[in-house]
């Protein structure tokens, strides 16, 4: 099967390519790039033989590749399957999703591993990496058998969402890593700082009465974890960084040059603790302005102030709200930008939690953390790029280069000779969240009647569209078989 | 700023005092006095909410709270039922959702709750068609309570505006102290908050939301220009979660004892919320000094609940 995708802004950060043009692929694989100039070209190579994709202002790139998701199968069947999880991903313009071990049994064994390899294989829409557990168990007691996980094809070890307070047990874990070749991921939480959380520990969580899980109790297990990766050598990735002083440990042990790498939520980038005061914050006044002098935003009327998106919408305590690590401040939002635009943070990662009904509709300190982000992180993280303070390609790059780089392994691409994992998108499309016609079974979002900017149009994994936006019509579009 | 009364004509539930206006509390205080009346009455009751029903749905132990509600609901004429959450359906885990779903096909029209998780009567309002009160959700609100602190203040002093509040001990943990800087703030009384720095947190974690409010760590510098001293009940688990140095050290920096009573003059009112822990955030000579209101709060919170289930359904 052949496929030309015509007139679209073709965005290929490894080739630092930029420009419009046709993209053509065969039998799974980028053949070539024609810019307006080759036509003449194209023509001849391209026969009859071929579909025209029309991708006319739209932009064309690479999948994104997504470092941090939670398919929940085996164990979880209700929150969220191989198959759905993956439809998700192609919705959102995930060629490559890594699995974490958050799930029952957990990848502590190459045979649960292989369970999940299997069943990528069969039911996956895109790709599908697995992330191996850390400890047996994911309890934070012994190690797992990382060589043997290693060996089944895992791409990294974690304990998920959990983070291992055991400073000793890390060390050794990050020294067997190492000599496996492979990062060890980790989530910023001290536990005991972060004991019985509901939200982030400030002005707002004072206000609702919330416990709080503060700044610090991130940046202490950062600080723990750098400090473990310059003593091992190994490659440390700081998973879900929320805080200004992550970032800033992340950026300093960068430039001492220790082996530590980063990915940031498009929900951590994009939302405040406000959210939880939902309809509160109407008569709340405006946060004080924390912005550093001479730094753009442009204001975009039409999505409202005084942030992009409009927290007043939901009611206060919303449980869609709650998530590990807890959304943060303006300051911290400022901070994780600065970070993605420096490079200091390598990824976006959505840390896709879905969760049923039964786990969020309660209380809000009982309620499950997570937030069903697949479907919904282009178009977060695209706000940066509309409000200037981030650059298309950059931004691309981070979806696409960054995580490669930090699994160590080529990044995806438009290269000829490349496995065609594709992704089209308009980054002007406004449309608008309906949580309930997500693929991904887990419907929890505070995003929900949100009118976002920017949409998947189509996305390709291995020569084959595993989704297909309609652009003339409803955002709705049959998914690939 | 708060909506004013105009904006919302008629009020469905009551959450929180941050959305109350001072036309509106004053309306609920003057209220109160008339239910106070009827209260002191040898017939103590009227017909205002005669075949309705409200239910009580208490989640953590409550004495006072829930006599006082119940109290005030007969007052009233109401239909009152108790629903604790020992013994119930909730042992047998059905959700906050579903019980409040069962009320409401029982024919419920005022549910009352009392819940350890903050923010937990706001998911009870969002699927109950009723009203809904809080009588004290986690550590975030307590509505009532503040309601009849103020009555009492307005009551003994006359009036709110311009009265110093000194609210003292734990607050980080109080429903009470955040539910009485709605109040007071709103009803224009000066605010410090006063206690050990681990209960109190630091301070622009308060001036963020309530900006005119006072932070102190060391109560002998606040005391003499005090109104009216708030004493919060300290919990015993504080000091076993390493947030104080030993009870005894906070009875001497921060306990209402006999020497401080002499410096405040009898104009200044001593409140506690109650229940007290005697001889820790207040020794007995202060709690039954003759400028203690303890016991007038307690009356008064069954004419203050009288008003406010007669505003939301009479």
Redesign the interface.
């Known amino acids: 099967m052949r496929y030309l995708i015509r007139n679209g802004s073709i965005i290929d950060p490894t080739q630092r390519v930029a420009t419009v043009g046709d993209v053509l692929v065969t039998d799974g694989k980028v053949e070539r790039l024609f810019e307006i100039a080759d036509r003449a070209a194209e023509q001849h190579m391209v026969g009859d033989d071929v579909e025209i994709i029309d991708a006319r202002g739209a932009v064309v790139a690479p999948g994104f590749t997504d470092l941090h998701a939670y398919l929940r199968q085996p164990g979880e069947e209700h929150k969220e399957t191989i198959a759905s999880g993956t439809l998700a991903a192609a919705h959102g313009g995930f060629t490559t999703v890594c699995a974490m071990p958050t799930v029952y049994p957990t990848h502590d064994t190459a045979a649960t591993v292989r369970l999940v390899q299997e069943l990528a294989r069969r039911e996956g829409h895109v790709h599908v990496d697995v992330v191996g557990a850390l400890t047996v168990g994911r309890e934070g007691r012994a190690l797992a058998d990382l060589a043997e996980l290693a060996e089944a094809g895992c791409i990294a070890f974690s304990d998920g969402d959990r983070a291992l307070s055991d400073s000793a047990l890390m060390r050794h874990a990050l020294t067997y890593a190492a000599a496996l070749g492979l990062p060890v991921m980790s989530l910023g939480q001290e536990a005991r700082l972060s004991a019985g959380w509901?939200m982030h520990e400030?002005?707002v969580?004072?206000?609702?009465?919330?416990?709080g899980f503060p700044a610090a109790a991130e940046e202490a297990l950062i600080a723990r974890d750098i400090a473990l990766a310059e003593l091992t050598g190994a490659h440390l990735h700081i998973c879900q960084v929320s805080t200004a002083g992550g970032v800033s440990l992340i950026r300093a042990a960068r430039a001492r040059g220790v082996r530590v790498t980063a990915d940031v939520s498009p929900h951590h980038l994009t939302l405040t603790d406000r959210w939880v005061l939902g309809s509160?914050a109407a008569?709340?006044p405006p946060?004080?302005p924390q912005s550093r002098p001479g730094r753009k935003r442009s204001p975009h009327p039409e999505l409202g102030l005084p942030s992009w998106f409009d927290a007043t919408r939901l009611?206060?305590?919303d449980p869609s709200t709650r998530v590990c690590p807890p959304l943060r401040t303006e300051e911290d939002l400022e901070a994780l930008a600065e970070g993605l635009r420096d490079g200091t943070i390598d990824a976006i990662a959505t840390g896709h939690s879905p969760q049923s009904r039964?786990e969020k509709?309660?209380?809000?300190?009982?309620a499950a953390p997570g937030i069903s982000g697949l479907e919904t992180a282009l178009a977060l993280v695209l706000s940066l790029v509309h409000r200037g303070e981030m650059d298309l390609v950059d931004l691309v790059a981070r979806l696409t280069e960054g995580p490669a780089q930090v699994l160590d392994r080529s990044p995806a691409t438009l290269r000829p000779g490349a496995r065609a994992d594709i992704v089209i998108f308009d980054p002007d499309a406004t449309w608008t969240v309906d949580a309930t016609r997500f693929v991904s079974r887990g419907q929890n979002t505070p995003l929900h009647g949100q009118r976002l900017k920017g949409q998947v149009l189509l996305t390709m994994a291995g020569g084959r569209i595993v989704f297909r936006r309609d652009r003339a019509g409803t955002p709705e579009a049959a998914p690939a078989p | 700023m708060a909506p004013s009364s105009t904006e919302h004509p008629r009020r469905r539930h009551a959450i929180d005092l941050d959305d109350f206006s001072s036309t509106e509390i004053e309306e609920i205080l003057t209220t109160a006095e008339s239910m106070k009346e009827v209260l002191s009455r040898e017939i103590k009751q009227v017909p205002a909410l005669r075949g309705r029903t409200i239910v009580n749905m208490f989640y953590e132990d409550s004495t006072r709270t829930r006599i006082s509600f119940e109290l005030a609901a007969r007052a009233l004429s109401a239909n009152i039922v108790n629903f604790s959450a020992r013994g119930s359906s909730v042992e047998k885990g059905e959700s906050l959702v579903d019980t409040v779903r069962t009320l409401q096909a029982l024919g419920a029209d005022i549910v009352v709750i009392r819940h350890s998780q903050a923010g937990a009567p706001y998911l009870v309002a969002r699927h109950f068609r009723g009203s809904v009160i809080n009588a004290g959700d986690g550590r975030h609100a307590h509505p009532t309570q503040a309601l009849l602190d103020l009555f009492t203040i307005r009551e003994r002093l006359g009036q709110i505006h311009g009265v110093h509040v000194l609210i003292l001990g734990d607050i980080i943990h109080s429903r009470v102290a955040r539910s009485n800087l709605w109040g007071l703030t709103r009803m224009g009384a000066r605010v410090t908050l006063c206690g050990p720095a681990t209960l109190l947190g630091p301070p622009a974690y308060w001036t963020a939301t309530w900006p005119e409010v006072r932070v102190s760590y060391h109560l002998d510098e606040v005391l003499s220009s005090a109104d009216v001293v708030m004493a919060l009940r300290l919990q015993k688990e504080r000091q076993q979660a390493g947030l104080l140095p030993s009870l005894r050290e906070y009875t001497r920096l921060y306990g209402l004892n006999p020497e401080r009573l002499a410096r405040l003059g009898e104009r200044v009112l001593i409140m506690h919320p109650g229940p007290m822990n005697e001889g820790v955030e207040i020794s007995p000579e202060a709690a039954t000094a003759p400028n203690a209101v303890i016991e007038e709060q307690v009356t008064n919170g069954v004419a203050v609940r009288m008003a406010l289930l007669y505003r939301l359904a009479g």
């Open positions: 509901a400030g002005a969580s004072t206000r609702l009465g919330l416990p509160l008569h709340d946060p004080p009611p206060p305590y039964v509709e309660c209380e809000y300190g009982l």
